[in-house]
């Protein structure tokens, strides 16, 4: 606002308020600059202590085969299962298993293009 008064005036020259401003510019930037390296280095330094932590933890020991967690005894059987988020879109159609005491299973995956076979 005062360059611009100045300028007004006659007292200085557009040309120099314009190298004022491009002077004050490049005497901050490097300021700029270091801060946003300080952040990107607070920023690494909180995610190498979650990454520390999460290496620390113990090691939980896989559950012995052939046991149930909660002592229970018998097969799960499915049989004939459907599934869908919505009546539209069947994910799952006629799905039959077994799983035996202590065994684990999981339906992973999407089926194959076209076909809903799993």
């Known amino acids: 606002m005062v360059g611009g008064l100045q300028v007004a005036s ?4 557009l040309g120099d308020v ?3 401003i491009q002077y ?3 005497f901050t930037q490097p300021l700029a600059q270091l801060g946003s390296m300080a952040n990107l280095l607070q920023s690494g330094v909180a995610s ?5 932590e999460q290496l620390d933890e113990e ?3 896989p559950e012995a085969v052939g046991s149930a967690p909660d002592g229970g005894r018998g097969q ?12 539209d879109k069947l994910l799952i159609s006629d799905l039959s298993l077994v799983a035996e005491p202590g065994q684990t ?14």
């Not at 190498?48 to 520390?52: G, N, Y």
């Not at 799960?76 to 009546?87: A, D, H, R, W």
């Open 105 to 118: 299973v999981a339906i992973v995956g999407r089926p194959v293009l076209g076909r809903r076979r799993w």
């Open 48 to 52: 190498a202590e979650r990454v520390f």
């Open 76 to 87: 799960l059987v499915f049989e004939n299962v459907s599934f869908s988020y919505s009546p």
């Open 24 to 26: 004050s510019r490049q």
């Open 10 to 13: 006659g007292a200085m020259q």
């Open 18 to 20: 314009q190298a004022f």
């Open 59 to 61: 090691e939980q020991s």
